[in-house]
């Protein structure tokens, strides 16, 4: 008897241990994943409007926490539709063939003050490749407007290479019309019930 509760008891602690943290829900008309890229001299700016995210922090307990994304690449959007029909074409995106990228957390760590570090794999086109991501904790509030619920607020700023993941063959970067450098920014806001 004393070792069938022993057993209980173990397991219930082992289940104790992979508890994820709170869910956040993206508030995602306060959210965005921005990018920069060079075209010739000037900066082209843009966004991807559709895209979803599960999300679970507790910043006190960051190894239970995971943030996981799915973009869709049709959405890209840089105020010119020629040239957004082009990103989505096999010259770049190939959006038909690879309708979204997506990464998927592995690991989040405290890397000091309000500064996290998320490890995972980005995925974009063919290509998987490891990412380590350093990102913001703004905080969490109670939301102004629902009593009811806690806010909270993410920024990450990083930089690819979309040749690595081949959104683009170089042609046009050796033409020095596209850089292959591409700053990326994505900012969140995200709500959970108290």
Same mark, same amino acid.
């Given at each position: 008897?004393?070792?069938?509760?022993?057993?209980?008891?173990?397991?219930?602690?082992?289940? +104790?241990?992979? &508890?994820?943290?709170?869910?956040?829900?993206?508030?995602? *008309?306060?959210?965005?994943?921005?990018?920069?890229?060079?075209?010739?001299?000037?900066? $082209?700016?843009?966004?991807?409007?559709?895209?979803?995210?599960? $999300?679970f922090f507790d910043p006190d307990n960051p190894e239970?926490? +995971?943030? =996981?994304?799915?973009?869709?690449?049709? @959405?890209?959007?840089?105020?010119?539709?020629?040239?957004?029909?082009?990103?989505? *074409?096999?010259?770049?995106?190939?959006?038909?063939?690879?309708?979204?990228?997506?990464?998927? @957390?592995?690991?989040? @760590?405290?890397?000091?003050?309000?500064?996290?570090?998320?490890?995972?794999?980005?995925?974009?086109?063919? $290509?998987t490749k490891d990412m380590v991501l350093e990102f913001?904790?703004?905080?969490?509030?109670?939301?102004?407007?629902? #009593?009811?619920?806690?806010?909270?607020?993410?920024?990450?700023?990083?930089?690819?290479?979309?040749?690595?993941f081949n959104v683009g063959d170089g042609k046009f970067?050796?033409?020095?019309?596209?850089?292959? =450098? &591409?700053?990326?920014?994505?900012?969140?806001?995200?709500?959970?019930? #108290?």
């Open positions: 008897m004393k070792r069938i509760i022993y057993i209980a008891f173990s397991l219930l602690l082992l289940g +104790q241990t992979h &508890v994820m943290a709170h869910e956040w829900k993206t508030d995602l *008309s306060h959210s965005g994943i921005l990018f920069e890229i060079k075209h010739i001299y000037s900066t $082209v700016r843009g966004h991807f409007s559709d895209f979803t995210g599960e $999300v239970k926490s +995971q943030f =996981d994304f799915v973009v869709k690449v049709d @959405s890209i959007n840089t105020n010119n539709g020629k040239r957004d029909n082009h990103l989505r *074409s096999d010259d770049f995106f190939a959006a038909s063939m690879y309708p979204v990228m997506t990464f998927k @957390s592995s690991r989040v @760590s405290h890397a000091g003050g309000n500064k996290y570090v998320l490890e995972g794999k980005m995925t974009i086109r063919d $290509v913001i904790y703004w905080g969490q509030k109670e939301n102004p407007f629902k #009593k009811n619920e806690m806010v909270a607020g993410f920024d990450t700023r990083f930089n690819i290479n979309r040749l690595d970067h050796k033409m020095g019309v596209v850089g292959k =450098d &591409v700053d990326i920014l994505i900012s969140l806001e995200v709500v959970r019930k #108290k």
